[in-house]
Each structure stands twice: as C-alpha cells, then as structure tokens.
C-alpha cells in the first residue's frame, strides 16, 4: 500500500540554520503531497502541498518540491528560527483515498 | 469562525467505561475524520463521513464507533476503554471527500488516558 517515509527525529538546529527535513513517498499514480505542521499543544495545519510532478509548495519561507524520479518531497528553509520548533509531517492523498502520514519529525531551533 | 472544537481538552478514564469524543465544525465541511496521535506512530485514522449519514472504517477502528447526524457534528465513542486507548485524539474536516489535493483541517485535540 500507500506510505510515507519521514528522516527520524529529533531534529536540533540553531536560530538561522539551514534546514532538511527529508520525505520520501512509496505510491502507484500521482499523488498530491503534504506538509503539516503541529505546534506544541496545536493540532496539525497545512504549511505547504504540491499536487503534481515538479510543483514546489512554498509558505512561511518553506520550501518543498515534487520530484517524481526520486519519489521525494524533502521540506528545506533556508534560515530557520525559534518559533518553527514544531512536529512536522509529511503526508500524500491518491483520488478519494484518505491522507497517509508518515510518522513526525520533531524540529528544536535554539537561540 | 472557530473552525473544528473538540471536548474535552484531557480526560482520565477508568478502563471499561463509555466515553464520547466531541468534535463540532462551522465550516460547513462535507467530509469528517478522526484520528489517534501515538509516539513514533504519526496519526492513524479511525474513522471518516464523507457526506452527513455516511460513516466508514479507518485504519484502525476497533474499539471505537461514530455518527454523522448531520453537516456540523462528528463524535466518536469508545464503548469500553481499554488502556490501549490511551492517546491524543484529533477530530479533522476537509471541504471535499473525493478532491485529492484538499486540505484538513485539524481541531486542537483530545487527550486521553486510560487507566
């Protein structure tokens, strides 16, 4: 079946960092892909998604492009700061099937 | 707009006991889930309703059951907690059921404990 394979966390990085959160995907079709985001006691929320090959979603200076070849949808900001400590996940959609979630990466930014 | 509230915010349940997850949406979303947040485990989902009237079966729905009286309200019940019931619990909504590139939206979350 579907699934989505997320890098293990925890991730810690310092304010300003480059970040890489990788994403790879195993699914027949095209699928849309997802990235949600959980802050500490939130539920989840979109950050960004692409719905087709070579798309790149973008909010909040996050980045993540579609790539077919390599079945990716790697998460990357270029500086990153405090406030984007959260849980980010990485998730696909095929037709009317329901989100698949990979399982979390964790992401502490410190001062 | 709220968007998706859920009640209660924590629970500490005994085990064996019946106890109903509400989820209430005003976005006048088609399409209902829920779903179980567990360390290293991403979220699994439970049940969904596509349209008001029509429930169907998640991943992993034993042990749980769900109604869709109509458009706004999607509660989930366990009939008699178990430990393994322990969990943050997330009521989502999406406009569409059938649209591949809708987003959910998530309500704040339930978190529950069995003991």
């Known amino acids: 079946g579907d699934s989505v394979t997320q890098m293990e966390g925890p991730v810690t990085l310092s304010e300003e960092a480059f970040l890489t959160i990788n994403c790879t995907y195993t699914a027949t079709g095209y699928p849309s892909l997802f990235w949600y985001v959980q802050y500490p006691g939130e539920g989840l929320q979109l950050l960004l998604k692409a719905t087709k090959a070579d798309d790149k979603g973008s909010n909040k200076g996050f980045e993540a492009t579609y790539r077919k070849e390599t079945t990716s949808f790697h998460l990357e900001k270029g500086s990153v700061q405090v406030s984007d400590s959260a849980v980010y996940f990485c998730a696909l959609r095929k037709g009317a099937q329901k989100l698949v979630f990979g399982q979390g990466t964790r992401l502490t930014i410190n001062p | 707009i709220a968007g998706i509230t859920q009640a209660p915010t924590s629970q500490i349940l005994a085990a064996g006991r019946r106890m109903t997850l509400r989820c209430t949406q005003d976005?006048?979303?088609?399409?209902m889930y829920w779903y179980r947040q567990d360390l290293g485990l991403g979220l699994r989902l439970i049940h969904y309703?596509?349209?008001?009237?029509?429930?169907g079966k998640g991943e992993v729905p034993d042990g749980y059951s769900v109604s869709r009286a109509n458009t706004d309200d999607f509660p989930l019940t366990l009939a008699s907690a178990v430990p393994s019931q322990t969990s943050v619990y997330f009521c989502a909504s999406s406009d569409s059921a059938g649209a591949q590139a809708d987003t959910q939206y998530f309500g704040p979350g339930t978190r529950l404990t069995v003991l």
């Open positions: 309703s596509n349209t008001a009237g029509t429930t």
């Open positions: 976005m006048r979303h088609n399409a």
